[in-house]
Nanobody
């Protein structure tokens, strides 16, 4: 079992930055690939970023590439999402997720999910 707790969400103006954190407890954090997803009101949950177990590989959709950066600190059992140049369309609840295999963009491969943290970007 892995428990995931997101933090760092809030209200920010367009063009601003936020850094989300996801703290993991339970089994060995470094055994999991990690991902970030988001869900806006009335929309399906969508992929935002993923990172491999060791942190050497990252993957982003075109909608956030160049603006968002995923990273991890295995010593602190934490994965981060640095979000820059935020846009109103980035407003959503952001979730982190853990996968014992390779992660990636598909939600159904992830085994564990956090409760989410709200990010609101005002125009």
């Amino acid at each position: 079992q892995v428990q995931l707790v997101e933090s760092g969400g809030g209200l920010v103006q367009a063009g601003g930055s936020l850094r989300l954190s996801c703290a993991a407890s339970g089994r060995t954090f470094s055994a999991y690939a990690m991902g970030w997803f988001r869900q806006a009101p009335g929309k399906e949950r969508e992929f935002v970023a993923s990172i491999s177990r060791g942190g050497g590989s990252t993957y982003y959709p075109s909608s956030v590439k160049g603006r968002f950066t995923i990273s991890r600190d295995n010593a602190k059992n934490t994965v981060y999402l640095q979000m820059n140049s935020l846009k109103p369309e980035d407003t959503a609840v952001y979730y982190c997720a853990a996968d014992l295999d390779f992660g990636g963009s598909r939600m159904d491969v992830y085994d564990y999910w956090g409760q989410g943290t709200q990010v609101t970007v005002s125009s």
